[in-house]
T-cell receptor, first 114, second 113 residues
Framework: SQTIHQWPATLVQPVGSPLSLECTVE??????LYWYRQAAGRGLQLLFY??????ISSEVPQNLSASRPQDRQFILSSKKLLLSDSGFYLC?????????????FGPGTRLTVT | GDSVTQMEGPVTLSEEAFLTINCTYT??????LFWYVQYPGEGLQLLLK?????DKGSNKGFEATYRKETTSFHLEKGSVQVSDSAVYFC????????????FGSGTQLTVLP
């Protein structure tokens, strides 16, 4: 069966510091991968998605970036965090085959920028 | 573009009460529809789905029917439990959205004993 991991689970970082969040998927190959952010009490915002290694699409211009160095690894980064970057970050995957549209989410990383 | 509208929360019910969370959508083509649930401090879990008109998705006592004529996908449960307390998200994927999920804003449900 497929599983998705995210780490760290929680993170407290000062403004201006760098960020690296990691997501890995097991039990599938060539998945589509997604990064979402969920601000407190609000819905989900799609940040990035990737259909393959090195292929990243950005949905919202901001100081975050994403990379996919391996088939089942997706990384969210920032060079300098802002207070507004605080939130709950969720990674998700879905199969790359036609007809497989539902996405499966990881446990999330709660980021607090102080 | 695609959009999903959910009833405003929070919703507070007593245990064993009947639950309805309304969801309507606007989409191009023939979307697939989903309900996700998020328990406190956790990621989202797929609760149920329906991929074509008149399909009924069901799981853990929850049901939702894909109504194309009313563009709706309301979530229902006949008897809620305290453990159902969570945030519920309605979502869709349509043929015109590059297969990306479009989420509603979420509805917070609290079930009291």
């Amino acid at each position: 069966s497929q599983t998705i991991h995210q780490w760290p689970a929680t993170l407290v970082q000062p403004v201006g510091s760098p960020l690296s969040l990691e997501c890995t998927v097991e039990g599938t190959s060539n998945p589509n991968l997604y990064w979402y952010r969920q601000a407190a009490g609000r819905g989900l915002q799609l940040l990035f998605y990737s259909v393959g290694i090195g292929q990243i699409s950005s949905e919202v211009p901001q100081n975050l970036s994403a990379s996919r160095p391996q088939d089942r690894q997706f990384i969210l980064s920032s060079k300098k965090l802002l207070l507004s970057d605080s939130g709950f970050y969720l990674c998700a995957w879905r199969g790359g085959h036609t007809g497989e549209y539902e996405q499966y989410f990881g446990p999330g990383t709660r980021l607090t920028v102080t | 573009g695609d959009s999903v509208t959910q009833m405003e929360g929070p919703v507070t019910l007593s245990e064993e009460a009947f639950l309805t969370i309304n969801c309507t959508y606007t989409a191009t083509g023939y979307p697939s529809l989903f309900w996700y649930v998020q328990y406190p401090g956790e990621g989202l879990q797929l609760l149920l789905k329906a991929t074509k008109a008149d399909d009924k998705g069901s799981n853990k006592g929850f049901e939702a029917t894909y109504r194309k004529e009313t563009t709706s996908f309301h979530l229902e449960k006949g008897s809620v439990q305290v453990s159902d307390s969570a945030v519920y998200f309605c979502a869709l994927i349509s043929s015109g959205s590059a297969r990306q999920l479009t989420f509603g804003s979420g509805t917070q449900l609290t079930v009291l004993p």
